[in-house]
């Protein structure tokens, strides 16, 4: 594994930055895997999975979701002022492929049970968690934008047949699920 140090120009500039390998690094963070829902501005659901989600702050309550710049799903929800967090099981790995698929946003809720939150963005049928949200602010961040909101409403552990629902994870590139080690 690489591990050189960045290079720098006489302005300070980064010259030998590798954007692969910042990935690869990334992406043994390990992350939740949502999809991220809203209604475009003829009511229609959209949404795309995210990994970015997190908590920020308990009082006033809110979370935040990086979106890429760009981004078709993005763009044509975030004119309704509001989104949805839903946190996605172990039993749905097929909605986080294809809800990542690029140019499939007008279809991706084909064949997906859906529900309507208080601020009428889609609750998945059998996610682990939602969190209905109010859009707060979006800052521009490089080639995302964070994406601050209220919350609005939330809950979790829906009945999944009688057993809790378990968490889909995501790690390197590859989706699994949580084992407990403490
Ligand atoms: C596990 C996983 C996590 C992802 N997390 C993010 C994310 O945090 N931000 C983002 O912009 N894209 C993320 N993506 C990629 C988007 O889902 C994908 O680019 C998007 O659905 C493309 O459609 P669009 O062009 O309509 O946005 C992630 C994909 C996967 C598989």
């Not at 302005?11 to 475009?40: C, E, K, L, Q, Y």
């Not at 795309?48 to 044509?76: E, R």
């Not at 294809?98 to 859906?114: C, H, L, P, Q, Y």
């Not at 995501?170 to 407990?180: E, N, Q, V």
Request: some cysteine; glycine content about 12%; overall charge negative.
């Amino acid at each position: 594994m690489s591990n050189e140090t960045n290079e720098r120009s006489d302005d300070g500039a980064d010259v030998s930055f590798d954007p692969g390998h910042f990935r690869t690094v990334m992406g043994h963070f390990p992350t939740g895997v949502t999809i991220v829902s809203g209604m475009n501005a003829d009511g229609k659901p959209h949404g795309f999975t995210i990994g970015s989600f997190t908590s920020v702050s308990l009082d006033p309550p809110m979370v935040g979701f990086l979106p890429q710049v760009g981004s078709t799903t993005w763009d044509a929800m975030a004119t309704s002022g509001s989104f949805c967090v839903n946190v996605l099981s172990d039993e749905q790995s097929d909605l986080c492929w294809k809800f990542a698929k690029s140019g499939t946003d007008d279809t991706r809720f084909d064949g997906v049970d859906w529900h309507a939150a208080p601020s009428g963005s889609p609750i998945l049928d059998r996610a682990v968690a939602w969190i209905d949200c109010s859009i707060e602010h979006v800052y521009d961040m490089g080639d995302h934008h964070f994406v601050l909101g209220n919350v609005g409403a939330l809950d979790a552990d829906a009945d999944h047949d009688g057993k809790p629902p378990e968490p889909l994870l995501f790690f390197k590139g590859t989706l699994g699920g949580f084992g407990a080690v403490g």
